[in-house]
């Protein structure tokens, strides 16, 4: 049973570009959140999707946004990076509706702005 | 709003030594507690979870914790520490909504010496 797939694993960016991550989520599973993990931090929560909306909001800016696809995929997108958007991305998928079933995360994405 | 605080950033036992590692939460509804694990460059596995039920719940690895309401607390143990225990552990909260977002604590990296 595939869990949760994120890609690219590492990616380099210039400040100023934009980028966009990606996440399938675990089989069965139809919500995707994604989570922010600077360097020594614990994850800050970003946005999270079900049924193709966006659904709720961390205190992340509107550079910041993301999509839902029919398939339960998601995608992160940043424009205009800053150094400070340097991070680890983490996906997590969730079942609707049964969260005693708990969240289940993929490996992230490192994103290093340059 | 909810908070978590995980008191100790670095930990230092002894292999085969008691592991605790702290965890104070504030929630206004009944929560929902996580412990997660990440290993270098790796994402967050679950070892735990509360939901409703007995407070002393057991997870993967020898790890347990006890949900004690009067002590907003969540701590996490395990009798006998492994060199292979030695990673970043975090302490979540949510309000039970299905598909709500997880609050993370900072973190506490757990260091096991031989």
């Not at chain 2, 907003?72 to 970043?88: I, R, V």
């Given at each position: ?16 570009q ?29 946005f ?61 994405t ?5 | ?91 979540a ?8 977002m ?12 031989p």
């Amino acid at each position: 049973d595939a869990g949760v797939t994120q890609s690219p694993t590492h990616l380099i960016k210039t400040r100023g570009q934009q980028v966009t991550l990606r996440c399938s989520p675990k089989s069965g599973h139809d919500t995707v959140s994604w989570y922010q993990q600077a360097l020594g931090q614990g994850p800050q929560f970003i946005f999270q999707y079900y049924e193709e909306e966006e659904r709720q909001r961390g205190n992340f800016p509107d550079r910041f946004s993301g999509h839902q696809f029919p398939n339960y995929s998601s995608e992160l997108n940043v424009n205009a990076l800053l150094l400070g958007d340097s991070a680890l991305y983490l996906c997590a998928s969730s079942l609707k509706g049964r969260p005693n079933y708990g969240y289940t995360f993929g490996s992230g994405t490192r994103l290093t702005v340059v | 709003a909810q908070s978590v605080t995980q008191l100790g950033s670095h930990v230092s036992v002894s292999e085969g030594a008691l592991v605790l590692l702290r965890c104070n939460y504030s929630s206004s509804v009944p929560p929902y507690l996580f412990w997660y694990v990440q290993y270098p460059n790796q994402g967050l596995q679950l070892l735990l979870k509360y939901t409703t039920g007995a407070t002393l719940v057991k997870g993967i690895n020898g790890f347990e914790a006890e949900f004690k309401k009067s002590e907003t607390s969540f701590h996490l143990t395990k009798p006998s520490a492994h060199m292979s225990d030695a990673a970043e552990y975090f302490c979540a909260v949510s309000d039970g909504n299905a598909g709500n977002m997880l609050t993370f604590g900072g973190g506490t990296r757990l260091m096991v010496k031989p």
